[in-house]
């Protein structure tokens, strides 16, 4: 062990972050990341010489999960200068998805995620980090911690009605997304793919106003289109943020919303038959152009988007015509 890494340095280096009793108790330090679940708060985990305290585990952020712990992503200090970074120590995990009968096998990949951090240094759309590998050669990602909240909180908590939201807000909001569509297709341009594209993943960077993708350690197979997965993504983000959010049919129920009548089989979301995606059916104001974007991502759909180039020019299509 270094002599920078002693328990002494390292109390000195931790101890504005500790209370006095436990810094005096000395670390546990890890330099074997394999058994993430004995990494806990208050230990050092040492990458390549470089000590990082961690903190607390990340939180899932989705479809009620807020409170399921993530125990492989860890909150953590980089001791020798301070600064916040996300953790992520290897964990494998495997599973299908279908959409339109079609099947992808989808799965967690460290070294794909790090092949991309290389690839995404320095744009402005992407978080940034960089990857080392443990004594045991798992590969560990150091991210930069991003400042800012997911755009799915940005839009869910506005306090606006649809309307005054579609034409006062969501302009600007289509701007920025365009470029993160653009951001993925500089991944495709690149043979790679995000893999797991949800709105919770784009984050708005407090100090830049950028938008940023983040997690992208899932990977997928599959034969006929490989980009297919991230584009139903895009459309799951594009739907969502059109609508101010989700637009389901348990909530018209409710509402005995009048356009319920008029709702055909084929107005829903290929994958998640509860969501509208024949938004005009609900809001008449949204233009043929932009519904008809929505639609491709319809259950009710004849084809579906091959590539972000064909998106991007309906999106602005669309656009031109505002």
């Excluded at 978080?127 to 839009?155: A, E, Q, T, W």
Aim: charged share 30%; with cysteine; hydrophobic share 40%.
């Amino acid at each position: 062990m270094p002599e920078s890494l002693s328990q002494e340095n390292l109390r000195q280096m931790a101890s504005r972050w500790l209370p006095a009793g436990q810094a005096a108790r000395g670390f546990r330090i890890h330099k074997d990341t394999t058994d993430f679940f004995r990494v806990e708060y208050g230990d050092v985990v040492v990458l390549d010489d470089k000590p990082y305290l961690v903190r607390h585990n990340a939180k899932e952020g989705r479809f009620g999960l807020d409170d399921e712990v993530k125990f492989w992503v860890k909150r953590a200090i980089d001791l020798s200068d301070g600064s916040v970074k996300i953790i992520k120590l290897v964990f494998y995990e495997k599973f299908m998805a279908h959409i339109g009968g079609i099947e992808f096998e989808c799965f967690r990949s460290p070294r794909k995620e790090a092949r991309i951090l290389d690839l995404v240094a320095g744009h402005k759309n992407f978080m940034h980090g960089y990857s080392v590998k443990d004594v045991k050669g798992n590969i560990v990602r150091i991210l930069d911690f991003v400042k800012g909240r997911p755009l799915s909180n940005h839009v869910s908590d506005m306090d606006w009605d649809h309307q005054t939201y579609f034409y006062n807000q969501l302009p600007g909001i289509l701007d920025h997304f365009a470029e993160c569509i653009e951001a993925i297709r500089f991944l495709h341009e690149h043979d790679e793919k995000h893999g797991d594209i949800r709105r919770d993943h784009i984050l708005i960077d407090r100090e830049s106003g950028y938008y940023r993708w983040i997690d992208f350690d899932f990977n997928y197979r599959h034969r006929e289109n490989i980009y297919g997965y991230d584009l139903f993504g895009l459309g799951n983000v594009l739907v969502f943020l059109v609508g101010m959010g989700d637009v389901l049919v348990p909530d018209l129920k409710k509402q005995a919303h009048p356009a319920l009548g008029t709702l055909r089989e084929g107005d829903v979301n290929i994958v998640f038959n509860n969501r509208i995606v024949n938004l005009k059916k609900i809001y008449p104001y949204i233009p043929d152009s932009l519904n008809r974007v929505l639609m491709h991502f319809s259950k009710g759909a004849n084809w579906f988007y091959e590539n972000t180039a064909q998106l991007l020019d309906d999106l602005r299509e669309f656009k031109s015509g505002l």
